[in-house]
């Protein structure tokens, strides 16, 4: 219903409208790695896109899930380890998506999102890809993008890594980061074990 809503729209000259279903990783998933759900936020964006080589005014609403996990990090404990998982709408009308975040590359993601995955992950800069898996998610195999940079933690620096996954389902784009300290290997099989209990209905 949306995309035939969307092409009247286009047709009679009115704003376009998509809103995306929730994404969210499951209970078992956050048992299983101990991470715990913080936030969900409710973003909107609006802007003026073309299509078809008319200008409409689109509104876009997203959701964002936020989740992290306590770690000892140069001696403290804090909440090191940090999960995002974020559903766009495709706004798909003839065949082509309205939505500019279906056109970016994962790091070009990593630089849209990293202010979700907390304080301490904000503003990096000189991020380095450095490897890159398939998993399953939402029955769908992937490309999981892992980045390397360094971010601050109790005033020294610390190599993390990030992990970039993005997943069709439904109408929805599903956007996965996680991010954590470099040394602490599960985390990073725990930012996987995540991506793959990811659930939508789209």
């Known amino acids: ?34 991470y715990t759900h ?3 936020e409710e973003l909107t964006i609006d802007e003026e896109v073309e299509a078809g080589g008319i200008e409409r005014r689109l509104i876009v ?5 936020t989740y992290e996990k306590d770690l000892t990090v140069q001696g ?11 559903s766009t709408p495709n706004a798909e009308i003839l065949g082509q998506s309205l939505n500019p975040i279906a056109q970016l590359s ?12 907390g304080d301490e992950y904000d503003g990096l800069d000189d ?5 890159e898996r398939e998993e399953v998610v939402l029955e769908e195999e992937v490309t999981v993008s892992t980045f ?10 610390v190599e993390i890594y990030i992990h970039v996954a993005t997943i069709t389902s439904g109408d929805d784009l599903i ?26 209905e789209g």
Do not use: K
């Open 61 to 65: 609403t997203n959701w964002i899930n």
């Open 175 to 200: 956007i996965a980061v996680g991010a954590h300290p470099a040394a602490l290997g599960q985390e990073r099989t725990n930012s996987y074990t995540l991506m793959r209990e990811i659930e939508h």
């Open 148 to 157: 390397e940079t360094t971010a601050e933690f109790e005033g020294e620096e």
């Open 106 to 117: 994962h790091e070009e993601l990593l630089d849209e999102f990293q202010n979700e995955l």
């Open 76 to 86: 403290e404990t804090e909440q090191a380890a940090t999960f995002a998982v974020v």
């Open 1 to 34: 219903m949306a995309s035939l809503a969307g092409c009247m729209d286009l047709i009679t000259g009115d704003t376009v409208e998509f809103t995306a279903s929730e994404a969210s990783v499951s209970e078992d998933g956050l048992d299983e790695t101990e």
């Open 127 to 131: 991020v380095e890809m450095v490897d």
């Open 38 to 40: 913080v936030d969900t």
